[in-house]
């Protein structure tokens, strides 16, 4: 793949799978950028964008990723965040607000900013979930409905009807089951962890798929990774 640009966004660049893509894609050569609600960046970025929580203004997104490239190679977003809880959980509003802030909000700036910066043959990544993709998740309602509108997010785009980004574009989705963090090892302590993947293998993955076009899947795939 010959690319004009060696540019990478990455939205969610400062999250631990955030971090791991910006270190791989500046390993690389490449040139990747970080965005996120957080201030603290990887050094490994070439430049970096902190954005507000929620921006519900066409124009005034236009105008906070106005500073960012204007032609990229990739758009990726590994933004997120998991919750647990149920319709009956007394802090149920919350996670649906938290996991759309986390999830669906990232998705929707990325493809926004995406659909105006990719060059031809680019690639446009989003994170979704390998549970909310196998079918119901009754203990974790407000993460599973956030990420399954990621999943639709994805199909929509890489429709042959979608007129959001330039020709031959591949949209396609990542829907690991547990990235192995420290957090998820606090958090699961007696679970078999040797079957999670890696930040750095899904870093590692995200570059091939950038470098090497004819390796990648079908438009519109939804790619889980882990056991």
């Known amino acids: 793949l010959v690319m004009s640009s060696k540019t990478v966004v990455v939205f969610g660049g400062a999250g631990h799978l955030g971090r791991a893509v910006v270190k791989a894609f500046k390993h690389f050569k490449f040139s990747p950028i970080s965005v996120d609600v957080s201030q603290s960046h990887p050094s490994e970025a070439d430049g970096s964008l902190t954005i507000p929580e929620e921006i519900m203004d066409d124009s005034r997104f236009d105008e906070i990723a106005s500073t960012l490239p ?12 998991w919750c647990g809880g149920s319709a009956d959980s007394p802090s149920f509003l919350g996670e649906v607000d938290m996991t759309l802030r986390q999830s669906v909000w990232s998705s929707a700036y990325a493809a926004k900013y995406a659909s105006k910066s990719l060059e031809e043959g680019g690639l446009f990544v989003l994170t979704g979930a390998a549970a909310a993709a196998d079918g119901p998740t009754p ?26 980004f330039k020709p031959n574009t591949t949209v396609m989705g990542l829907v690991p089951t547990v990235i192995d963090t420290d ?4 958090a699961m302590p007696d679970a078999d962890h040797s079957t999670w993947i890696k930040a750095d293998q899904i870093a590692g993955f995200l570059v091939a798929m950038v470098s090497e076009k004819e390796q990648r899947p079908p438009n519109g795939s939804l790619l889980k990774l882990g056991k």
């Open 70 to 81: 204007k032609e990229t190679a990739a758009v990726i977003s590994v933004a997120g965040g």
């Open 183 to 186: 957090s998820n090892r606090i």
């Open 139 to 164: 203990g974790m309602l407000a993460y599973g409905a956030s990420k399954q509108y990621v999943h639709h997010m994805i199909k929509s785009l890489a429709d042959e009807d979608s007129s959001a």
